[in-house]
């Protein structure tokens, strides 16, 4: 389809979507990016944060966090190789929340020029994106889900 593309993205245990889609927004180390049908070639570094995806139709967005790895358009291909995924339906809320006082305490008490600092502070976005895309109402045939 002409106002489409295809979206696949994956992460080292396999693929996690493959469909066909009318818009996708990507994290990137720069910032946000906005990919449509007939962007130019792309390849660039994810983020920390939320991808979020329009189907064809136009009715149904899907978010999830992404952190780390690269995406790549090419064709009518938008190609996500991810470190890690973070869909809302398979998180809960308890498995990262004791995680976070440990990181703040962490990220507050070690010189931020270390690799350990950059580290925590990459896993402490990750929580607060997860905190944002539970936050979310995924837009699913008009009604908020």
């Known amino acids: 389809m002409e106002n489409s593309f295809k979206l696949e993205i994956l992460v080292p245990s396999g693929k996690i979507v493959s469909t066909d889609v009318s818009a ?7 910032g946000e990016v906005g990919i449509l049908p007939g962007h130019a070639s792309y390849v660039t570094t994810l983020g920390v944060g939320l991808l979020e995806y329009t189907s064809v139709d136009g009715r149904t967005i899907k ?3 992404v952190a780390g790895g690269i995406a790549q ?6 190609r996500i190789l991810a470190d890690t ?7 809960t809320k308890g498995d990262y929340d004791k995680d976070r ?3 703040e305490t962490a990220i507050s008490n070690v ?10 502070k990459s896993k402490l976005e990750r929580i607060n994106a997860i905190d944002a895309l539970m936050a979310r109402n995924d837009r ?5 889900s």
């Open 111 to 120: 010189d931020t020029t270390t690799p350990e600092w950059t580290a925590n």
């Open 63 to 65: 978010s999830m966090v």
């Open 73 to 78: 358009f090419a064709g009518d291909t938008l």
């Open 101 to 103: 006082s440990t990181l």
């Open 24 to 30: 996708v927004t990507i994290p990137t180390e720069m």
């Open 140 to 144: 699913s045939n008009g009604l908020a």
């Open 85 to 91: 995924v973070d869909e809302k339906d398979k998180v």
